[in-house]
């Protein structure tokens, strides 16, 4: 595949990913040739935190760029990678959920690069953890997304779509999800003047014990040991919170139901 | 309240707290003297750790204990303090949803001394990160608390029951049924063979991203995203899976609800 440091990388896009991915590359000593995206002001300064070339108009893209990463959103693909030149190199996108037939055959080499983590603006990911899923048309173009993920991260793999698709749904449970019950523990402390920061070792412990052992051994609560007095309780408290009292219902139904035949201690 | 050296901490108890409360005890350096509990041999166990009595008869509990500490469930609290000969010192209890008042009134001087934490086998909790609540019926008992649980803890607090209440509701949203997020992502990965690990990475940052930053800035997802296909591929997807398909749509109408007026990058 030559050598990285002669590599030319566009990436199309201004969001938390594109600035992110972008960063990373240049921290990789990956040179990341050209930036696009609508907002020219948004590509202008991640373009100049790295010194990359900011380009207003898509068809500034140079055909000889070796891969031209989209970082746009699911449903803007299709129709970024048609607006493209055709590129002589590899066009990728970013997403778990589509395939890189969603990418406009005009591009010869098409591919996925799919990093599993949440972006967020303000905060740094740490790319050498970040699993990445990988998968080309040809099997060159895959060789050379599991080189270029290496230079990223310590985990790279080749997967298919199906696979991707599974592990984006996972995610979604485990991290936006997860998130919505963060918000609802933080409103209902709220709503009585506790701070939200009381619950912070509670949820890392919760998320670190889910990681050094097997959340099904991890899991503890009202509902795990039945304790319908406590249920009956908290589900009062939830009276003003319809949405709470909703997922209250369901969690503690769907643990009492996968646990009722074990007793905890 | 005296020299910490002379307290004589007595534990009921051998589940989860039981033990790491009385190692967290005995690192301090405060003595914990006896330790109750129906299960002997777990009380000796434990007591062998630590170099106090196991003892088997409630009854041999002494009565010029400084602090009786109930590590016992909810439910439990009532007739154990009931069983226990009538303590000098303080009695108290380790729920976060009950009162002092749940502590049988032939001990004089009764107390919660709650610690906002999941407790697992073989995991040590961090105490000093562990936020404990207490509260005593006489103010002298409270100082007594407040002090005791300085010796363990950064971050110890005088609340009153509601709060703790409030505290041990949102523990379960943040805490219990975030677990049960993190087995459905897990179960739903494995069912393709695929590894759990794959998600660490990702629920170590959703949780540390809540605690840096907020977790209303910090949704993301199909749902945050107003992203209709995807959630209906996503639904698709959990047709064998009704418990999960049913936490995903609970979840995507909350967030989609919260969010429905402001625009996501």
């Not at 406009?104 to 740490?126: C, E, I, M, N």
């Not at 997967?159 to 019950?181: D, G, I, P």
């Amino acid at each position: 595949m030559g050598n990285p440091s002669k590599y030319k990388i566009a990436i199309v896009g201004s969001g938390r990913l594109a600035r992110q991915l972008a960063n990373a590359f240049f921290s990789a000593g990956i040179v990341v040739s050209q930036i696009y995206a609508r907002n020219s002001g948004m590509a202008q300064r991640i373009a100049n935190q790295i010194g990359a070339q900011a380009v207003n108009d898509i068809h500034a893209i140079k055909t000889d760029t070796t891969c031209c990463v989209l970082a746009v959103s699911d449903d803007a693909i299709a129709a970024v990678s048609e607006a493209l030149p055709s590129i002589e190199g590899l066009v990728v996108h970013t997403s778990g959920f589509r395939g890189f037939q969603e990418i406009h055959s005009k591009h010869a080499h098409r591919g996925v690069f799919y990093p599993l983590q949440t972006f967020t603006h303000g905060r740094d990911a740490d790319f050498h953890s970040i699993p990445f899923f990988v998968e080309a048309e040809h099997d060159a173009d895959q060789s050379f997304l599991l080189e270029l993920g290496n230079k990223l991260s310590d985990k790279v793999m080749v997967s298919r779509l199906f696979e991707r698709q599974r592990l984006h749904l996972a995610a979604v449970f485990v991290s936006n999800f997860t998130n919505a019950l963060y918000v609802i523990g933080k409103d209902l402390l709220e709503a009585e003047n506790l701070d939200f920061s009381l619950l912070h070792p509670l949820i890392l412990e919760t998320a670190s014990k889910a990681i050094a052992l097997n959340p099904h051994e991890g899991q503890t609560g009202p509902a795990r040991r039945n304790d319908a007095g406590t249920i009956r309780e908290h589900v009062k408290m939830l009276y003003k919170n319809q949405e709470a009292a909703e997922v209250y219902k369901l969690f503690t139904s769907i643990i009492q139901n996968k646990y009722k035949n074990q007793k905890d201690e």
